[in-house]
């Protein structure tokens, strides 16, 4: 029985998607549960499965054009079907037709150099030339992790890469540590083509760097460089949509408060030395979530979105932390950060932060958050002005630990200090109680090991 495949809605916001590849041209049979097309979103590539079998008998909508959300993309139909009413009744079939099948060739030229589909399917899954067929999220992934296409077995249709080849690969890879990971990719240093007996530590990555370094050096030749323009696309352009409606479209204000956090950072080698046997490395950032957690159930005017002229309190906290990944940024959600112990908010953190740079979170871990923090000190940011995620009311900016003479009474004495900068929505609060929101901040920073008392924020 003939049907129709429509756009997918991959959850709440999503109006519209975009068709980077098909997996099947029109007149190859589809079996239920087979890849059939990949669709990019603001945030995320789903890989989209056939839900029935048949013949892929018409595509209305070709690779790299987008679609709202329930709109028809394609017919699956048996091979004689009648499928005029399911095209508007004007064609019989959408074999013929030009656009749809140049849209779907072009797909494949980008893995086959031309190939028809009718020899794909019999062809060796390696390509003369080396060149090998893979998804567009296979060949991202495989990028980003240093992966060469052409080193994986792929389990796709047709002999196509896709990506849980990457996955399983990456799982076979050597262990590295998380400071080691962080400073490759971070410094553009291939970590997974490092020959290192037992886990890849830090010193091992920066060797690896300065080797490549000293031979990028000798022999250069240095070009001019030349400017290249293109358009947004992607994530990118969303950032860029959304951060400009929320710029213009919020009245901000930014607030800051320079904080002594020496006691916070002693508390954090107290602690750490005890986490650290179950696996878990505490930093300043888990502190200041469930800090900023216990304060915004005294400030619900902070914890609340403010949409359509209506202001929305919460009573739970669900903290959005701001994760830079390759193509932009991304805010996983901590739900319940308030009910959640340093542990719990360390493992949520690094699990979600992981997988973000993995772009394998779900559209559900990105929203729901009630507030966001925004972390820059890593990056030697003393402050700086962040951009509310609407239709929250407020964010934190986190600026760098540095230590400076600090006077105590009348003595001088060596402190750790940090910025903290609040932007908050103006229709929403006044500044006065975003002021009290950031002391109460402070005096969690000052007294730690309060949290830990239940009952005693």
């Not at 839900?51 to 018409?58: I, Q, Y």
């Not at 394609?74 to 099948?101: C, H, K, N, Q, Y």
């Not at 990971?181 to 007996?197: C, D, L």
């Not at 902070?302 to 830079?324: F, P, Y």
């Amino acid at each position: 029985m003939a049907f129709v495949i429509t756009m997918p809605k991959f959850g709440l916001t999503m109006t519209e998607g975009t068709v980077s590849v098909w997996f099947k041209a029109v007149g190859e049979q589809v079996e239920s549960g087979e890849v059939l097309f990949e669709v990019e979103t603001d945030k995320i590539t789903n890989e989209v499965t056939a839900p029935g079998s048949g013949v892929l008998r018409h595509v209305f909508t070709p690779a790299g054009t987008s679609a709202k959300v329930g709109e028809s993309l394609a017919v699956i139909a048996g091979e004689t079907e009648d499928i005029s009413e399911l095209l508007g009744g004007g064609e019989e079939s959408g074999m013929e037709r030009p656009a749809e099948t140049s849209g779907i060739e072009e797909t494949q030229q980008a893995g086959t150099s031309g190939t028809s589909s009718a020899e794909t399917d019999s062809e060796a899954d390696v390509l003369p030339g080396g060149f090998r067929k893979a998804t567009p999220l296979a060949r991202k992934l495989g990028r980003e992790r240093g992966i060469a296409m052409d080193s994986l077995a792929a389990s796709g249709p047709g002999g196509i890469v896709v990506a849980r080849d990457v996955e399983e690969n990456r799982a076979k890879q050597p262990a590295i540590s998380p400071t080691a990971k962080k400073y490759a990719e971070e410094n553009g240093v291939e970590w997974e083509q490092i020959e290192q007996r037992g886990r890849i530590m830090l010193p091992d990555v920066i060797a690896a760097q300065m080797k490549t370094a000293c031979a990028s050096v000798q022999g250069v030749q240095y070009e001019a460089a030349e400017s290249v323009t293109k358009p947004m696309a992607g994530a990118r352009k969303v950032i860029a949509e959304r951060m400009t409606q929320s710029w213009q479209q919020i009245p901000h204000v930014t607030i800051t408060r320079e904080v002594d956090v020496t006691r916070l950072q002693e508390a954090q080698a107290v602690l750490s030395g005890d986490l650290a046997e179950g696996g878990v490395k505490l930093t300043l950032t888990h502190f200041l979530i469930k800090i900023v957690a216990a304060a915004l159930q005294k400030h619900p005017s902070l914890n609340a979105w403010c949409q359509n002229k209506e202001i929305t309190t919460h009573r739970d906290v669900h903290i959005g932390v701001a994760v830079s990944v390759n193509d932009g940024l991304l805010v996983p959600v901590i739900p319940h950060a308030c009910k959640k112990d340093l542990g719990e908010i360390a493992e949520a953190l690094k699990d979600l932060s992981l997988r973000a740079k993995e772009q394998r979170l779900s559209v559900d871990e990105m929203r729901g958050g009630t507030f966001t923090i925004s972390n820059l000190g890593m990056m030697g940011i003393d402050g700086f002005t962040p951009i509310i995620n609407p239709p929250e009311t407020g964010i934190l900016g986190v600026g760098r630990v540095v230590d400076k003479p600090v006077f105590i009474g009348e003595e001088i004495a060596r402190r750790s200090m940090m910025t903290l900068s609040l932007s908050f929505d103006h229709r929403a609060l006044d500044g006065a109680e975003a002021a009290k929101f950031l002391q109460t901040v402070d005096a969690y920073i000052q007294e730690p090991l309060r949290l830990l008392l239940k009952g005693r924020q």
